[in-house]
């Protein structure tokens, strides 16, 4: 039970506890933690010692309060639901709440580098299919490593932040022609934000992930199909890619999601060993993209192939270090049915089968439309928690 007005059966209530960064009345950077519809200013207590992280968390972003480990990221994440639910605490801790409706949200972590994964069976099958028609929609790797790319970090966005339709080089019937991109889309995905640095040479085994890994947040990362096609062979993603990648403001801490852990699917053929995590689980997490603010799509990130101990494991196995910040993403998260995909290139199979949107047919990303993502997972005791949303409206190329 917590004494904070209005959180109590909140899917943001005590057994969240998600930290982002925040900005008040103009103010600089602060860390804070959402409790219902507040933001507890952890900068301001822990200046009042009423939390203590070496002073990490009077930092304007998150990146030194992760370097810090899990063993002070239990501590402060438990003495932060002392204070929030024993009313002894309340006089001191009440005014240090500020109402989300009057704080600006900032990026929570200053990203070191980005590796997207493409990790889903049923999305990976689908864009084989509608890319490459009448082969085999897998390549012959797929199923013995999880496939993936170094994106660009200095890119990725908050939720919130107008998103610049792309302009690149795209295929025509005359040749190559520059302009803006008329095949925009999404890819619905879940992030993981590195805290612990590993040294470069090093490895990190599938069974230290909950060592390195502080939390997770909800990732659009925006695509240009047309670009995209055009460029992507022989080495795979760039521009089509690199222009934007929205995530959520709000990084749901592992701790508040141990309930979500579940069985992932089975992988046949058997993985090599550095890649076999036992027990092999996943996150029953459930996502649902809205387009224009009407839901098309519910994709469920439980039926992911490659879970996010191997994907860590597989980013680290030729010696490339991990640093704090480090963002790697699921890539889209599609389930079996077309209502469970997450992207509008599946959804509309390339742009073949528009969709119905309001009083429109529609395939791909207009400009001033606005996607949002939102997730939910299983809390403690039968509960649901939200991870933060990361939404995004498109403006005209410049």
């Keep these: 039970m917590t004494w904070v007005t209005g959180a109590e059966g909140s899917p943001y209530g005590v057994t ?37 992280a070496a002073g990490a968390l009077c930092r304007p972003t998150l990146n030194d309060f992760m370097a810090l480990g899990r063993p002070q990221w239990a501590a402060v994440r438990q003495r932060i639901t002392e204070l929030l639910t024993d009313p002894a605490h309340r006089a001191a801790v009440e005014p240090l709440l500020v109402p989300l409706d009057e704080v600006e949200l900032l990026l929570p972590v200053d990203v070191a580098d980005y590796v997207d994964f493409y990790s889903s069976e049923h999305h990976a099958s689908n864009v ?69 640095p590993s040294p470069l040479g090093a490895r990190v085994a599938v069974d230290d992930f909950a060592d390195h890994v502080f939390g997770v947040v909800l990732v659009n990362d925006w695509s240009a199909r047309d670009i995209q096609a055009w460029e992507y062979q022989p080495l795979g993603p760039f521009l089509g890619k690199s222009f934007a990648t929205s995530i959520s403001a709000w990084v749901t801490p592992l701790d508040a999601l141990a309930e979500a852990f579940v069985p992932a699917p089975d992988q046949d053929p058997p993985v090599v060993d550095y890649l076999r995590d036992v027990p092999h689980l996943g996150l029953d997490l459930r996502l649902a993209v809205e387009w224009n603010g009407e839901r098309v799509s519910e994709p469920p990130f439980a039926t992911m ?25 699921s890539g ?31 395939t791909f990303l207009a400009d001033g439309d606005t996607v949002t993502i939102t997730a939910t997972a299983p809390g403690p005791d039968g509960t649901t928690i939200a991870l933060g949303e990361v939404t995004g409206t498109v403006r005209p190329a410049r």
């Design 332 to 362: 889209t998260v599609s389930g079996p049915d077309r209502g469970q995909v997450g992207s509008f290139l599946e959804l509309t199979w390339g742009g073949a089968e528009p969709v119905k949107l309001g009083d429109e047919s529609r």
């Design 305 to 329: 192939y490659w879970t996010p101990a191997q994907q860590l494991a597989h980013l680290t196995v030729n010696g490339a270090s991990l640093r704090t910040g480090d963002l790697y993403a």
């Design 16 to 52: 969240n506890l998600p930290y982002g960064v925040f900005r008040s009345d103009g103010g600089p950077p602060r860390i804070g933690v959402r409790i219902g519809s507040w933001v507890l200013d952890l900068a301001a207590a822990e200046a009042a010692e009423l939390v203590l």
């Design 128 to 196: 084989g299919q509608i890319f490459r028609p009448g082969q085999p929609p897998l390549l012959p790797n797929w199923k013995h490593l999880p496939i993936g790319y170094h994106g660009r970090a200095g890119t990725v966005v908050v939720s919130g932040t107008p998103v610049i339709r792309p302009t690149g080089q795209r295929a025509s019937a005359d040749g190559p022609v520059t302009g803006p991109s008329v095949r925009l889309d999404i890819e619905a995905e879940v992030g993981f934000v590195v805290g612990v």
